[in-house]
């Protein structure tokens, strides 16, 4: 059974930075599409990230670009999230998000069928 675990989230002042991990266990294979989603208290998740597996694109939601990175280590079957620059809008639950039957990827959350639990992410002013 596939399990996504994310780890890395905590709070920051505003300007900071943090790394988001997620480690995809259970499957022998790396996922074709792996993405970060954030959902803020009262409001629907968004697309912040995504990395497709095979020619390394990555895809941004335009809030994020030029502060955040997404990257991936396939060996490890890790996806990361650095975050630099944070703004207190960044803050939110931001949940790791995979795809293994291969086809679109990007920030939609339709492209994802695997989920992890989330790690919360706090940014103050």
């Known amino acids: 059974q596939v399990q996504l675990a994310e780890s890395g989230g905590g709070s920051v002042q505003a300007g900071g930075s943090l790394r988001l991990s997620c480690v995809v266990s259970?499957?022998?294979?790396?996922?074709?599409?792996t993405g970060w989603f954030r959902q803020a208290p009262g409001l629907e998740r968004v697309g912040v990230a995504a990395?497709?597996?095979?020619?390394?694109?990555?895809y941004y939601a335009d809030s994020v670009k030029g502060r955040f990175t997404i990257s991936r280590d396939n060996g490890q079957k890790v996806v990361y999230l650095q975050m630099n620059n944070l703004k207190p809008e960044d803050t939110g639950m931001y949940y790791c998000?995979?795809?293994?039957?291969?086809?679109?990827?990007?920030?939609?959350?339709?492209?994802?069928?695997?989920w992890g639990q989330g790690t919360q992410v706090t940014v103050s002013s």
């Open positions: 998000a995979a795809d293994f039957a291969g086809g679109t990827c990007g920030t939609a959350e339709w492209i994802f069928g695997e």
């Open positions: 259970g499957v022998t294979y790396v996922s074709a599409c």
């Open positions: 990395i497709r597996t095979g020619s390394m694109t990555e």
